[in-house]
């Protein structure tokens, strides 16, 4: 029985356990998170081929008062599962609107278009869309200011479902943009009936793309393809000048990265 309980132990794997304990502590503090005020947007630039700013994406951040910022790709699994995501998306959609109808007052920062990313769990709720819009008429600003970034897998989770409701809010006056796009592994015909503004190359193409061949040769066919279908082509990622000279040679419209910012709290220059 001794021998057996030192092999069992072999097949315990502490670092799994750990792992769950802590999900499940993110999970407790996560509920409070909203009320405490412990969520905040960080805004990173969106560049035009000539340099100028064309806007910003609000990307999430975190305050722990314990454990300090906790990054996003750790906490929005969890709030996905919980379904936790739908409040915190409320709550990033609101400030955002917020920031934009701020952004009104500026002559400068008018034309800014800011971009949110939203979770397929979120896109899934049935009221989505009623109360999208219904949030976006209490601000009054022009619905092509805010851009949605959705996911591939997000499209591929109940496509009809998905078409119509992106339709709807394309009606609205509302842009999409195809996020993480080459990551996924659906079919290209959907790009063609769904109400998109813009592609958004992955940022693990653009990071390898001057020395990995494959990946300058998916950098470039999405952005051909992007073309083609009329669209808008952003690539993300962007951390240095020869990257970006690449990526405008090859008719890159728009980039994104730490090349030309950071993601930064409010106030922004
Ligand atoms: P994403 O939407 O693909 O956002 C891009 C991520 O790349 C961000 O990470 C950004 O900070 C980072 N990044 C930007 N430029 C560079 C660069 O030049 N080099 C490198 N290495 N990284 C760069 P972040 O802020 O940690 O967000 C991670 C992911 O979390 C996001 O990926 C998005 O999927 C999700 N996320 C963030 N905010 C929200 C939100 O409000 N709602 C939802 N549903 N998801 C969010
Ligand atoms: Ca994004
Ligand atoms: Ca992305
Ligand atoms: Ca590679």
Redesign the pocket.
Known sequence: AKAEGRDAIRFFDPSMQEAAARRSEIEADLRQAIELEQFEL?Y?PKVNRDGSLNGY????RWHHPVKGMI???EF?PVAEETGL?VP??QW?FMQACHTIKQWQQDSSKQQLILA????AR?FRQKSFVAEFIKGYMEFGFPAHLLEL?LTESLLMDDVSATVGKMKELNQAGFLFAL??FGTGFSSLSYLKNLPLNCLKID?SFV?DMLEDPEDAAIVETIITLAKTLKLKVIA????TQEQAIALRELGCDLM????FG??APLPLA
């Open positions: 960080y990173q994406e609000a990307l999430l990054p996003p790709l929005i995501i915190i998306g990033v949110i990313n939203i979770s979120q970034e996020d993480d940022q990071h993300e990622g962007v951390e994104q990265g730490y090349y950071k993601p």
